[in-house]
């Protein structure tokens, strides 16, 4: 009889030990999975290249400078082919009159296109701060902006980037408003696991 209760219990402390590796083991997949989740819906980015601005200030206001942009990239994939991006953004605009900075905080939407996932056009709309330089005259606005772009990925980290923007600076009395636009051309690289949004 001793026996018999011997070999119940050791069967029964083997079945909740086999329960407790299983349990266990359905634990670790699901973090793991959670994990792996996580890191493929948000990602981060940096990018730098040039601008093609007007300056829309000064006497020279109507010609375009080269100069040079950075920013960087969170991004949150939304379903299987929209991203939502928080991106700071800064920018110096060089001529031979004025010169130019501005940083922004931009919101940008993008979405990939289900032909290969490599084609993101986006839009962005960001708020920020800017100061200009002419002579020896300096001033600043708060400013906004508005525009879009085309990411074009290369391997699954790389892109090239370009988009359009435009932007709204005040300066106050006795100087009007004016508006800088033009164009930026850039290489996107996107850190760790992450890829970009709709991307296999």
């Given at each position: 009889?001793?026996?018999?209760?011997?070999?119940?219990?050791?069967?029964r402390?083997?079945?909740?030990?086999?329960?407790?590796?299983?349990?266990?083991?359905?634990?670790?997949?699901?973090?793991?999975?959670?994990?792996?989740?996580?890191?493929?819906?948000?990602?981060?980015?940096?990018?730098?290249?040039?601008?093609?601005?007007?300056?829309?200030?000064?006497?020279?206001?109507?010609?375009?400078?080269?100069?040079?942009?950075?920013?960087?990239?969170?991004?949150?994939?939304?379903?299987?082919?929209?991203?939502?991006?928080?991106?700071?953004?800064?920018?110096?605009?060089?001529?031979?009159?004025?010169?130019?900075?501005?940083?922004?905080?931009?919101v940008?939407?993008?979405?990939?296109?289900?032909?290969?996932?490599?084609?993101?056009?986006?839009?962005?709309?960001?708020?920020?701060?800017?100061?200009?330089?002419?002579?020896?005259?300096?001033?600043?606005?708060?400013?906004?902006?508005?525009?879009?772009?085309?990411?074009?990925?290369?391997?699954?980290?790389?892109?090239?980037?370009?988009?359009?923007?435009?932007?709204?600076?005040?300066?106050?009395?006795?100087?009007?408003?004016?508006?800088?636009?033009?164009?930026?051309?850039?290489?996107?690289y996107?850190?760790?696991?992450?890829?970009?949004?709709?991307?296999?």
């Amino acid at each position: 009889m001793a026996n018999t209760r011997l070999n119940v219990f050791s069967v029964r402390a083997l079945m909740t030990f086999a329960l407790l590796v299983a349990a266990l083991g359905v634990a670790r997949t699901t973090e793991a999975q959670a994990y792996y989740t996580a890191s493929k819906s948000l990602s981060l980015s940096a990018f730098g290249g040039v601008n093609y601005y007007q300056s829309d200030f000064g006497k020279d206001y109507n010609k375009n400078y080269t100069s040079y942009v950075v920013g960087t990239d969170a991004t949150h994939q939304l379903g299987s082919s929209f991203g939502l991006s928080l991106e700071p953004r800064y920018g110096h605009v060089a001529g031979p009159v004025d010169t130019e900075d501005y940083f922004l905080g931009n919101v940008k939407i993008e979405k990939a296109i289900p032909a290969g996932h490599w084609l993101h056009p986006y839009g962005i709309f960001g708020v920020g701060y800017g100061k200009i330089h002419e002579g020896k005259y300096i001033d600043n606005s708060m400013l906004t902006a508005f525009g879009g772009g085309l990411d074009v990925g290369v391997t699954q980290h790389i892109a090239l980037k370009a988009d359009w923007q435009y932007q709204f600076w005040n300066l106050g009395t006795p100087h009007t408003s004016f508006n800088p636009h033009g164009y930026t051309a850039a290489v996107v690289y996107r850190f760790g696991g992450g890829s970009f949004p709709g991307s296999r």
